[in-house]
């Protein structure tokens, strides 16, 4: 069984920083990308960010110059870096983990920017 447990989430005013982190455990078999998701209410869930095995990254539009996605693949974990932080940030962040064995997500953190 895979679990992927996210943390960093909170309350921020506007033009802050915040750090989400994400750590997987169990039998994840050659991790292939790794990323981060969010959903404000009423909103669909959209890709903030991601990061393959082979380093290359993308991000969307609207957070590109802002936030940073990194990880390892070999510890199974990935963190994102968000600064310069604005109110349309706010949103529930998943982390997300695609391997050969399978699609997995986090339980999500919230993140509120607000002032």
């Known amino acids: 069984q895979v679990s992927l447990v996210e943390s960093g989430g909170g309350l921020m005013q506007p033009g802050g920083s915040l750090r989400l982190s994400c750590a997987a455990s169990?039998?994840?078999?050659?991790?292939?990308?790794m990323g981060w998701y969010r959903q404000a209410p009423g909103r669909q869930r959209e890709l903030v960010a991601a990061?393959?095995?082979?380093?290359?990254?993308n991000y969307s539009d609207s957070v590109k110059a802002r936030f940073t996605i990194s990880g390892d693949i070999a510890k199974n974990t990935v963190y994102l870096q968000m600064n310069s932080l604005k109110p349309e940030d706010t949103a529930v962040y998943y982390c997300?983990?695609?391997?050969?064995?399978?699609?997995?997500w986090g339980q999500g953190t919230q993140v509120t920017v607000s002032s």
């Open positions: 997300n983990m695609i391997a050969l064995n399978g699609r997995y």
């Open positions: 169990g039998n994840i078999f050659s991790l292939r990308t």
């Open positions: 990061l393959t095995r082979g380093g290359s990254t």
